[in-house]
């Protein structure tokens, strides 16, 4: 099946502790999108990457990275300074000027 | 920064009516794509139109895109109670080769049937 697996679904987290979301892609897209959706705020930009070994910081990156080391797999982690996780995350790809949505992951802080 | 903004943020209609989504941007774009959003699961993408069109259909869906005023429309025809989802503009821009897409806050559509 060709798509975009997001992990985990669920994920609860401590307060002070880094968490990492998984986002694998079998699209054979070049560019890949980490979105935040928080209740009447729609999508916000966190990080991009056009290609391999390169990504750019978005509109809210601050107390998350990134890593692109494959050209399937973008992995958002959220750190301990990022004030307000608890949140929807979404991953993206983008091809043929169209985005393709995993299925999201819900991180709550404990 | 929010680039598009969708009107109304709620709507309800009944089963059979036609629902009118509307969608304003501040910025210079290559094209703007509509997506729709079920509770809890991740966008699916409906519709997608470029800078120089000014019209675009597919299926019950139809598309149209006014450069001079910033905005675009989404018109559900016939809607359906499987309709019911929230409905996304995205505008997109290209900033030094970089492709990158802006969404609203989305317009939440109830169909009662």
């Known amino acids: 099946d060709g798509g975009i697996t997001q992990s985990p679904k669920y994920l609860f987290r401590k307060e002070g502790q880094n968490v990492t979301l998984s986002c694998e892609q079998n699209l054979n897209h070049d560019a890949m999108y980490w979105y935040r959706q928080d209740p009447g705020q729609g999508l916000r930009l966190i990080y991009y990457s056009q290609i391999v070994n390169d990504f750019q910081k978005g509109d809210i990156a601050e107390g998350y990275s990134v890593s692109r080391e494959k050209k399937e797999s973008f992995p958002l982690t959220v750190t301990s300074a990022q004030k307000n996780p608890t949140a929807f995350y979404l991953c993206?790809?983008?091809?043929?000027?169209?985005?393709?949505f995993g299925e999201g992951s819900r991180l709550t802080v404990l | 920064s929010q680039q598009g903004e969708e009107d109304p943020q709620a709507l309800s209609i009944q089963e059979g009516e036609n629902a009118t989504m509307n969608c304003s941007y501040k910025?210079?774009?290559?094209?703007l794509q509509w997506y729709r959003q079920n509770s809890g699961r991740g966008l699916v993408h409906l519709i997608l139109i470029r800078s120089n069109e000014r019209e675009k259909h597919s299926g019950r869906l139809r598309v149209t895109l006014d450069t001079s005023k910033k905005s675009s429309s989404l018109l559900i025809t016939a809607s359906r109670a499987a309709d019911t989802a929230s409905y996304f503009c995205a505008t997109v821009r290209s900033s030094g080769g970089s492709y990158i897409p802006t969404f609203g806050r989305g317009t939440s559509l109830i169909v009662h049937p």
């Open positions: 993206a790809t983008q091809g043929a000027g169209e985005l393709f």
């Open positions: 910025t210079s774009i290559n094209n």
